[in-house]
């Protein structure tokens, strides 16, 4: 037998989870003002999800995707975009939204059940929320596939779970974004579980990023709780995306330390051993570390943060809660240029209309 194709997969790493550097820093990463801002956001992102819980858990939001531990993934994503890209996100990916402009107070409305949630006033052509597992990645190829055709230097950027990658949809959007060398970043935000099904009950790849190789395209993988390393990768397959390289997988390892969601129990599957090896990694403290040692981030600075992302957040929901809902039929709005019969009947009988 002749070998005639060979494939390998690498992986990047720039902070280690003590802090320490153990890559290539790239050169935003010499500037305090960046990683701070880095840090922001993901601290904000961390205190919106803190809140988002507490409300649900008192009956004032809906079920509730939490980010905890994986605010890496996100914001050190949405870092490496430009205003122009398009972000189609899973529902996990907070971080991003919140740094590309969505406001905390959209926010707690679409976890609330309002769609006024997804009329982000922000990034415009970004796209809602996708609850769904993974039917959003054919979409962001159409997105991609659109921006090629108008020979615009943009990219569309993708974001789905590990799960998401065992499904149809996601493998078929790596395929026709490897046809079509359309300008797509996929990123697998692979937190080790989809719902209580952990990563090796899912798929027999070694890695997830492999995922890439049947269809054509570069796969790699990061450590997800490494901000400088998701920003770094991001940035490199975004500016290759954009100059018609074609596109990109990106596998970020990180580990979602919550439930799934607050309608999920993840103790009933998971122990406690299992998880606390995990906050050793994560991605906050790994930041802190290094910009404490590298960049003399004090106490005071940290006091400081904290209490402006608290009151913004409270803020925010205070706006939220005091918003008051939309009408039942608003649910009809949106949703055709011209109702069906068999729709505007049900509206009408929810209204008190005629039928
Ligand atoms: C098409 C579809 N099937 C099933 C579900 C129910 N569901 C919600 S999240 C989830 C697991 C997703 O796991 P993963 O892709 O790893 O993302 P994570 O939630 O871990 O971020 C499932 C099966 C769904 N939302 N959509």
Not at 35 to 45: K, N, S
Not at 206 to 226: H, R, S, V, Y
Request: with cysteine; net charge negative; aromatic share 6%.
């Amino acid at each position: 037998m002749t070998t005639i194709a060979e494939f390998s997969i690498g992986s990047t790493r720039i902070l280690d989870p003590s802090g320490a550097v153990v890559g290539d820093l790239p050169d935003f990463a010499s500037d305090r003002d960046e990683l701070v801002a880095l840090y922001r956001a993901m601290v904000l992102t961390r205190a919106f999800d803190a809140k988002a819980i507490a409300l649900q858990r008192t009956g004032r939001l809906g079920t509730y995707a939490s980010s905890l531990g994986q605010e890496a993934v996100p914001v050190g994503l949405a870092a490496a975009m430009r205003p122009d890209d398009v972000l189609v996100p899973s529902f996990r990916e907070h971080g991003a939204q919140l740094w590309r402009g969505v406001t905390l107070e959209e926010l707690f409305l679409f976890w609330g059940g309002d769609e006024r949630g997804n009329d982000f006033a922000g990034p415009r052509e970004d796209f809602p929320t996708c609850v769904p597992v993974g039917t959003h990645a054919p979409h962001a190829v159409g997105v991609a596939l659109a921006m090629k055709l108008r020979q615009e230097p943009r990219a569309a950027v993708c974001v789905f779970g590990d799960g998401a990658t065992s499904k149809g949809d996601v493998l078929e959007a790596l395929n026709m974004a490897g046809v079509w060398q359309a300008p797509a970043v996929f990123v697998v935000n692979n937190n080790g579980w989809a719902i209580s099904v952990p990563r090796a009950r899912q798929t027999a790849a070694e890695t997830l990023a492999q995922k890439a190789i049947g269809a054509g395209i570069p796969g790699e993988q990061i450590d997800g709780n490494d901000v400088i390393a998701m920003r770094h990768v991001a940035d490199r397959a975004l500016a290759r995306a954009r100059s018609g390289g074609g596109p990109t997988l990106i596998e970020a390892v990180t580990y979602r330390l919550s439930d799934h969601t607050t309608a999920d129990d993840a103790s009933r599957y998971r122990e406690d051993t299992d998880v606390s090896p995990h906050w050793k990694q994560e991605p906050l403290v790994r930041l802190r570390t290094y910009l404490t040692a590298a960049h003399g981030w004090t106490k005071a600075d940290e006091e400081a943060l904290l209490r402006a992302c608290d009151d913004a957040v409270d803020a925010a929901a205070e706006t939220y809660l005091a918003t008051p809902p939309m009408p039942p039929d608003a649910m009809f709005a949106h949703t055709f240029a011209e109702l069906p019969a068999d729709l505007e009947a049900q509206k009408a009988a929810l209204t008190g209309g005629d039928e």
